[in-house]
């Protein structure tokens, strides 16, 4: 026995770890190795299971809505929640009839503690609520809909106080039709679509900030779940910081030293009411990142995604870097610059359409 610790003991001192020692001793027992293989694969299977703890404190903390002391975000959240609608309710097809009892009260409650609060009064998304206030109370006036007067009244006390109109955010509107130039050469977006790769090879160039904030701008009409816009940008060009983010991030080997702009993407859990929507931060976050990565191709730049599939301890550490409120969910980094010149990017073919578009009759 002291000889096979004077064995185990001179191991160690070659620099072998009990592990790899272990590792070497089952490894010539068959079954008990190959045992060993699938325990360590299952318990490493569970152990991943523990990142789904910091989903479930996320969604308890930030996806609720208290009756009371909401934080802006929210309450910018839920009035955009509750005033789309009665927007939706204006536009619905067949015969006219009463709706919108509760949300035209909810929108004025909101716009009540909005006043508290001594918010900007001109935000577009308190004076989007005004005017659908406006908007739904000439509805139910010129249709003679509230003829028992459960809201009439109300709205109208309330809009005798606040009289602003904002015509430009009139409520609804007709579709606006596509220009014709585009409407007939639809090739201008397959290309668009069919040239966009994702780059790995960028030039020194700054990237022009007016560009960036212009495609911001055109990612912000992605539709999102009742129009809550949950959706943020941090745009990093420090290279320190630039640097640290990307070292938390396992995809940017290589290439990530000669990335110009980085683009931190998120979406606010607190736009969201409760458990039910917990997949809603994605989803809205994926649609808004697609626009954003458009509208920056048709400016010539060149973007590539860098997802965010990390342990719980790299994003505490990416909120060390940046100031992210702890309702934000980070849904991609993303690189931003002007190609190369002739920059090579993988052909990454695309499976059949047969097996993605399923008819169902």
């Given at each position: 026995m002291n000889g096979h610790f004077m064995k185990l003991y001179t191991a160690v001192n070659q620099n072998m770890t009990m592990r790899q020692i272990l590792k070497q001793k089952l490894s010539t027992f068959p079954i008990v190795w190959s045992t060993y293989q699938v325990v360590k694969v299952q318990v490493k299977r569970l152990w991943l299971l523990t990142y789904f703890l910091r989903d479930i404190i996320n969604v308890y903390r930030n996806m609720y809505w208290p009756l009371h002391l909401k934080s802006n975000s929210q309450l910018t959240s839920e009035l955009l929640f509750q005033f789309h609608k009665i927007e939706k309710g204006l536009v619905m097809p067949g015969p006219r009839r009463?709706?919108?009892?509760?949300?035209a009260r909810a929108v004025?409650?909101?716009?009540?503690?909005w006043d508290l609060k001594g918010l900007p009064l001109g935000d577009p998304v308190y004076l989007g609520a005004l005017e659908t206030l406006h908007a739904y109370k000439e509805r139910l006036q010129s249709e003679s809909l509230d003829k028992d007067d459960k809201v009439l009244s109300y709205v109208q006390s309330f809009l005798i106080n606040h009289p602003t109109r904002t015509r430009l955010l009139a409520t609804p509107h007709q579709l606006?039709?596509?220009n014709s130039d585009i409407a007939s050469n639809p090739h201008r977006f397959d290309e668009l679509v069919?040239?966009?790769?994702?780059?790995?090879?960028?030039?020194?160039?700054?990237?022009?900030?007016?560009?960036?904030?212009?495609?911001?701008?055109?990612?912000?009409?992605s539709p999102s779940a009742c129009n809550r816009q949950p959706c943020r940008v941090y745009l990093i060009t420090d290279d320190i910081k630039k640097n640290a983010l990307l070292?938390?991030?396992n995809g940017n080997n290589g290439f990530g030293h000669s990335i110009p702009a980085l683009a931190v993407i998120t979406s606010?859990?607190?736009?969201?009411?409760?458990?039910?929507?917990r997949h809603e931060p994605y989803v809205d976050g994926g649609l808004f990142s697609m626009t954003l990565m458009y509208a920056l191709s048709a400016h010539g730049l060149a973007t590539c995604c860098l997802n965010w599939c990390v342990s719980p301890d790299k994003d505490v550490a990416l909120r060390n870097i940046l100031p992210l409120a702890d309702s934000e969910v980070v849904i991609m980094l993303m690189a931003i610059g002007y190609p190369e010149p002739n920059v090579l990017v993988p052909r990454s073919p695309r499976k059949s359409t047969d097996n993605v578009l399923i008819e169902v009759f």
């Open positions: 009463f709706f919108g009892q509760e949300p004025i409650n909101l716009l009540n503690a606006v039709s596509m069919s040239i966009r790769r994702s780059v790995r090879s960028f030039t020194s160039m700054e990237v022009p900030r007016e560009i960036i904030k212009h495609a911001v701008g055109l990612a912000q009409l070292a938390l991030q606010d859990s607190a736009a969201f009411f409760d458990a039910s929507e």
